[in-house]
């Protein structure tokens, strides 16, 4: 036990340092008498009340510092409230972090009228949760124009404990459980290890309730609260931990997104899953080839929806596709609530994680073309053209996907123009119309890949680039992890191409390639989200529309299974660190291609119908050591 509050004392120490820089950095409102300007608008919590001295000093800070949503921080915020919002937000990257969440102090915000617009928001809700959400949402709208600053004269409303669990959930979506199951195991070590081992426990414990006095010391900010931190700092901690969780009790703002579903999918389940499948086909969508054996049977472990899926695979080509494949109302079945809706939030989180991935595709295109009008297609939220404008500042990024998140991606400003419906629809009206199209693991996704990339021809102009990212399902790792390998993702990727088959229908659909890689592209997951899926399957959420209702029994033993199961994930993840850069040279589980269309290049309103008869991959020597590069 001596060990563990050692490495406690150099964890306080640590964090104290990591948080006061943080603290530091926060700016405070400067006092001005000029006006408020007549494009900000403020958004105010229930029990705050804004002064109009406060107004001007955030109006003019927010034009000095160009940042169209502001965030108040009331230089009297409890310490507790203020230390728990700055361990989640480091104001110095906050404002230049495209795909950061949006935080807030939860007492006002200033928002520029514009901003305030495309998201949709007319007005400040009353509930703290939801206040907590709309800066989120505003921060997507202004994702390199928001910041916080302290207001010395704005004084904070009390904290409602009923709410915090709502606020703590918002703000960690569903690690809000396990934030709070650690924050009472910090606080039975720190109490057993002043017990069994007084000297290095009773140090660990000091320090702890010390720690707010390092941290906000000679800072902008001035808690009232702060001397009954000190002093009480560990009970007080165990106490909000426990009436944070009596507040799961209280009632959620609003209607219940999973209740408001259940009718629907229960329709949609009801005659079975038949309907979800087309006719099984007969023949390789590639080479035409009719000897196709089965090659993976798996069920939907990414939302536990019902069905099974089959895999097969070519021996003519070794092209692997689903068949069975998922008909119209299939796709909309299994889509549904996967990447809007229920799952919105979650895919944000995940694809929001960082730009170096969407970095690191459009950095393959810096060093041979600079395109001026780009589609990224199957473009979601935007996520790509927003980060690549950092490398291409002059470019006009426009988007295409099926769904609405292409209009949100729109109302964003991640991209300039957005196009809901079919690549295959739209090309023919834009032909020739761009000079670079993406597909980032989109083609995967498609009916007829063929097809997209005849579409991809017709959009680009004459020595256009086409950048395409899939899974490679070559990758060892697909074979020994079978139906737990991420990449094969079923029910939702229909058709995965090799490198070989990918090659013969860009040649054939009038493009020559420029390079392929597999190593750059390698995403160090393999592990980790194996073991997700497994804890998935194991115990699934339990609130899940197309699933039966869960009583508190299954809650509580979903929550005891996902917390025990941390030191897996870990380990999982510790294996992903350790083995990525061997498997990204060896096995890498996603690879790239670049091709550039032929000039003056095929204009024909229909892809070939015929499939390619010859195995060559029909590539320079310089692409194919390109192929197995090294990172």
């Not at 009480?232 to 901690?237: D, G, M, Q, S, T």
Request: proline fraction near 7%; include cysteine.
């Amino acid at each position: 036990m001596t060990w563990i509050s050692l490495a406690l004392v150099v964890l306080f120490l640590a964090d104290a340092l990591r948080l006061r820089a943080r603290v530091t950095a926060l700016r405070a409102l400067a006092p001005t008498t000029a006006p408020v300007s007549p494009d900000h608008r403020f958004f105010v919590a229930n029990g705050v009340t804004l002064d109009d001295a406060t107004r001007r000093a955030a109006s003019a800070h927010a034009r000095i510092h160009g940042l169209a949503v502001l965030d108040l921080l009331p230089a009297d915020l409890g310490a507790r409230r203020l230390l728990g919002l700055v361990a989640l937000v480091d104001p110095e990257r906050y404002v230049g972090d495209r795909f950061g969440a949006g935080f807030t102090a939860g007492q006002a915000v200033l928002v520029a009228a514009d901003a305030a617009a495309r998201a949709g928001i007319d007005e400040a809700p009353s509930d703290p949760a939801l206040f907590v959400r709309m800066v989120a949402r505003l921060k997507r709208h202004a994702c390199t124009g928001t910041g916080l600053a302290v207001a010395p004269d704005l004084h904070a409303a009390p904290e409602d404990p009923a709410c915090r669990f709502a606020v703590l959930r918002e703000r960690l979506g569903s690690l809000a459980g396990v934030v709070l199951v650690i924050q009472a195991l910090l606080m039975a070590l720190l109490g057993y290890g002043a017990f069994a081992a007084p000297r290095a426990g009773l140090v660990a414990l000091a320090l702890f309730h010390v720690q707010p006095i390092l941290i906000l010391a000679g800072q902008a900010t001035k808690p009232r609260d702060l001397p009954w931190i000190v002093l009480f700092r560990a009970p007080l901690e165990l106490l909000a931990v426990l009436r944070t969780w009596l507040g799961r009790a209280s009632p959620a703002a609003g209607l219940d997104p999973v209740e408001t579903r259940r009718a629907a999918y229960e329709e949609l389940i009801r005659g079975g899953t038949d309907r979800f499948f087309e006719p099984r086909a007969e023949r390789c969508i590639v080479c035409g080839g009719g000897d196709l054996v089965p090659h993976l049977h798996t069920t939907d472990l990414l939302q536990q929806k019902p069905g099974t899926f089959t895999l097969e695979r070519c021996r003519g080509c070794d092209h692997v596709f689903q068949n069975p494949r998922l008909s119209l109302a299939g796709l909309d079945f299994y889509y549904r609530d996967f990447y809007d809706g229920l799952g919105e939030d979650g895919l944000e989180a995940i694809f929001g994680y960082s730009t170096e991935p969407y970095l690191s595709r459009a950095r393959l295109l810096a060093g041979t073309a600079r395109p001026r009008r780009w589609l990224d297609v199957g473009c979601g939220h935007g996520h790509f053209s927003c980060a690549a404008r950092e490398l291409f500042p002059e470019a006009r990024f426009d988007g295409l996907d099926l769904s609405e998140s292409v209009e949100e991606a729109a109302r964003r400003g991640w991209i300039d123009q957005g196009h809901r419906g079919l690549f295959t629809d739209l090309a023919p009206r834009v032909a020739g119309a761009y000079d670079a199209v993406t597909m980032s693991h989109y083609l995967e996704h498609t009916l007829d890949p063929r097809a997209e990339i005849h579409a991809a021809a017709l959009a680009l102009s004459p020595g256009g680039t086409l950048l395409i990212e899939v899974p490679d399902p070559e990758c060892v790792m697909g074979r020994v992890m079978g139906r737990w390998w991420l990449p094969w993702f079923q029910p939702q990727h229909l058709h995965l191409l090799s490198t070989r088959n990918l090659a013969r229908i860009l040649r054939d659909e009038g493009f020559h390639a420029v390079s392929f890689q597999r190593a750059e592209a390698h995403q160090q997951v393999d592990f980790s989200l194996a073991a997700m899926l497994l804890l998935g399957w194991i115990a699934p959420p339990p609130d899940q529309p197309w699933r039966p209702r869960r009583g508190a029994l299954y809650r509580a033993w979903h929550r005891a299974v996902w917390t025990a199961s941390m030191p897996l994930y870990l380990g999982a993840r510790l294996a992903d660190w350790a083995l990525g850069p061997v498997l990204r040279r060896v096995a890498s589980n996603t690879y790239r291609a670049v091709a550039r269309r032929d000039a003056p290049g095929r204009t024909d309103a229909a892809p070939r119908s015929e499939p390619s008869t010859s195995n060559s991959l029909d590539l320079a020597p310089a692409m194919l050591v390109a192929t197995r590069s090294a990172s």
